[in-house]
């Protein structure tokens, strides 16, 4: 045979046997369960921003404004304005969001509920 061939089959073989191997030690070190929670948790947190930051859009969309009077209005900085543009989500915190929407006289109400 020739020596790549050998090669390439003695690298499938050794792929075949660590591959279970790798699967086997990550699922047996990497306890999933307690980062459940965390990202449930996080995926909340990100539909209420998501929701915040709808209405904020809507707004802006509604008023017809542009980034200066974003600034104006809202009382924020240009890199923040533009952030706003953007939809950089990840820019903004739900309390900084939640009072970017109280700014445009809208209120902001929570609702918990069993699961």
Sequence with gaps: MEKPLIVGML?????????PC????????NNNEEFDELEEGALVKLEIKKQLFQELYRWIKENNLDAKQIQD??????????????????????????SLVLRTGKTVTVSVHDK
């Design 11 to 19: 690298i499938i073989i050794v792929f075949l046997i660590l591959t």
């Design 22 to 29: 790798f699967i086997w030690i990550n699922n047996r070190f």
């Design 73 to 98: 209005k809202l009382i924020v900085t240009p890199s923040k304005s533009a952030d706003i543009i953007y939809q950089r989500i990840d820019k903004f915190t739900l309390d900084s969001l939640t």
